[in-house]
């Protein structure tokens, strides 16, 4: 986690160390020009969920000339304008006019869907729309490489592959009892990646706690006790790829995941599980499949089923 935060910290101030720069060329530039400029900036983006950096590239006294400007801004100087630019994710580069609009001390700031690369003689990584099902991509110039934002349910290098629901009432499932969830598979395939999306309800294996969980337990906020089951109750995800299952609780850990997430995602599956359209499957809280410690456990979650078929 320290590590984590010490990374992003990293990122940004580098962020802040290139763009600085990029300003005080900018002031030697405008000096020497007569007419108001512009300057046209490419540059690539990165994104860590809360803080964001860039690496700009100038392009002194040059204006990219399209006519589709994404958003228009009056900025204070050039930082402004670049991060207005990292904070629009169509953006991929701006015009920056170097001197103040007329009548104040803001200067124009053009946010561009498009950029250099894509209007030269350099062949844009994009240019053939390599990102499938409508996903919109992002040259990464550094590495000679892109990236795709996938849209809705797609996912993937280049949003080829879908996660598909298959359950159509909620999925829910108790904590004692003999309370599991049923879904099944809807159409005969190979399934190489499952998640379940929380709906409602929570769980506890304490029940004179007030708060409660998602997917597993007040003592355990950093474990899952999520387990899918066949009919005869053979667990198949986590499975054996669950790390520091507990024997006894069934509690486990999933990087990326804790009692709480929004969804938990099995993708780690060592070999595709094979499966019959209509076969059925079992979801189950670990002590109440283990039959242990499960007389103070409270709660009913319900989740959706989403799976991956492994495309042949
Ligand atoms: C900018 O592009 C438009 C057409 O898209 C063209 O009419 C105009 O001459 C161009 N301006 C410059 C300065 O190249
Ligand atoms: C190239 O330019 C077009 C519009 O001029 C834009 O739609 C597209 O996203 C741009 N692609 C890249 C990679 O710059
Ligand atoms: C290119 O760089 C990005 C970010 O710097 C990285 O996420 C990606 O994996 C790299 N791709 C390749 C093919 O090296
Ligand atoms: C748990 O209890 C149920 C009902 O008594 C029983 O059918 C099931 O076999 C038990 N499971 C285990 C793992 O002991």
């Known amino acids: 986690m320290k590590m984590h935060l010490s990374i992003t910290v990293a990122w940004f101030v ?28 490419q540059f690539e983006q990165g994104g ?11 392009f002194l006294d040059h204006k990219l000339n399209i ?16 991060f207005k630019c990292l904070d629009n994710i ?21 946010l561009l869907a ?45 949003c080829k592959k879908v996660w598909h629901k298959i359950n ?18 809807d159409k005969t395939g190979n399934i190489h990646k499952i998640k379940l999306v929380h709906i409602s ?3 506890n294996c304490i029940s004179d706690q007030v708060t409660s969980t998602k997917w597993s337990c007040d003592l355990h906020l950093n474990e899952l006790n999520i387990h899918i089951t066949d009919q005869n109750n053979i ?15 069934f509690f486990y850990q999933l990087s990326g995941f804790d009692a709480n997430s929004p969804e938990i995602v099995f993708d780690s599956i060592p070999t595709p599980l094979a499966v019959t359209a209509g076969q059925k499957f079992r979801i189950w809280y670990g002590e109440d499949l283990r039959n242990v410690t499960e007389q103070d456990n409270i709660g009913k979650s319900c989740a959706d089923v989403y799976v991956v078929y492994q495309i042949e």
């Open 14 to 41: 580098s962020a802040l160390l290139s763009l600085s720069k990029v300003t005080q060329q900018f002031s030697e530039g405008s000096t020497s020009s007569v007419e108001p400029t512009s300057i046209y900036s």
């Open 114 to 158: 498009s950029d250099r690369f894509n209007h030269s003689t350099h062949l844009s990584l994009c240019e053939n729309s390599p990102c499938q099902n409508g996903g919109s991509c992002r040259p990464l110039y550094q590495n000679k490489s892109f990236v795709c934002n996938c849209l809705g349910n797609y996912f993937g290098p280049l």
């Open 90 to 110: 169509g953006c991929l580069s701006f015009n920056f006019a170097t001197k103040p609009a007329i009548g104040t001390d803001q200067h124009s700031c053009h």
């Open 201 to 203: 309800g929570s769980v």
């Open 168 to 185: 159509t009432d909620p999925v829910c499932f108790g904590t004692r009892d003999e309370d599991f969830g049923s879904f099944e598979a």
């Open 67 to 82: 006519s589709q400007v994404l958003a228009s801004f009056l900025v204070k100087d050039y930082t402004d304008c670049a």
């Open 235 to 249: 667990p198949l995800f986590p499975g054996r790829s669950a790390i520091n299952l507990n024997p006894h609780s």
């Open 48 to 58: 860590y969920e809360v803080l964001q950096y860039g690496n700009f590239k100038e």
